[in-house]
Every structure is written in structure tokens, then in C-alpha cells.
């Protein structure tokens, strides 16, 4: 079974950046969707951003404009670049498939604050 390890989270402050990275043991080749989600304290997990096998996006509100969700099938990882972090985004992330198909990973968490 796909084992998912997502890494780079860290304390930043407002406004600063930050680069996930999420690893699958198994080709992401034939995914057709790969998502960033995240689950902030006492919140339900959340899907963030996904991107298709073809490279479309597509991100929630809270985070266009900000955040870029990248793919390399060769390297079987996922990214996620996040600038003007806010507080707000203080959360766990995770990756997955868009239909969450695989074992959640344990996440990496981003706390943003001064």
C-alpha cells in the first residue's frame, strides 16, 4: 500500500513562505488528482488545492493567490508553496489522492504567528 510522507512544515511568521513537500512510496503517475489538505485545531480536515494529472489547479478561497500546488510524477512527490502565510493557516497538512484514496500520512504542521 502507497505510504505518504509530507515534510517542511515549521513556525514562520505572518507573512513569511514556506515549501511541503509530500513523498508517495508508489507512482502518482496514473493519479489523476493530488491534493493538499489541512485540518486545523478542533476544525474538520479541509481540501486546500489539487492538481490533475495534466497540471490544472484548482484552490479554495482561502488560500488562491497565495498557495501553488505542484506535482513531479518522476519524483512521485507533491508540492505546496505557500506565501503571506497567515495565522489562519496555522494547521496540520496533509497530501493525498483527491478521492483520498490512500492512507493518510502524518502530516506536517505549520504554525504561523509572531
Known amino acids: 500500500q502507497v505510504q505518504l510522507v509530507e515534510s517542511g512544515g515549521d513556525l514562520v511568521q505572518p507573512g513569511g513562505s514556506l515549501r511541503l513537500s509530500c513523498a508517495a512510496s508508489?507512482?502518482?503517475?496514473?493519479?489523476?488528482?493530488m491534493g493538499w489538505y489541512r485540518q486545523a485545531p478542533g476544525k474538520q480536515r479541509e481540501l486546500i488545492a489539487r492538481i490533475t494529472s495534466g497540471g490544472a489547479t484548482v484552490y479554495a478561497d482561502s488560500v488562491k493567490g497565495r498557495f501553488t500546488i505542484s506535482r513531479d510524477n518522476a519524483q512521485n512527490t507533491v508540492y505546496l508553496q505557500m506565501n503571506s502565510l497567515k495565522p489562519e493557516d496555522t494547521a496540520v497538512y496533509y497530501c493525498n489522492t483527491y478521492s483520498s484514496r490512500w492512507p493518510w500520512g502524518q502530516g506536517t504542521q505549520v504554525t504561523v504567528s509572531s
Open positions: 508508489g507512482s502518482i503517475a496514473g493519479i489523476y488528482a
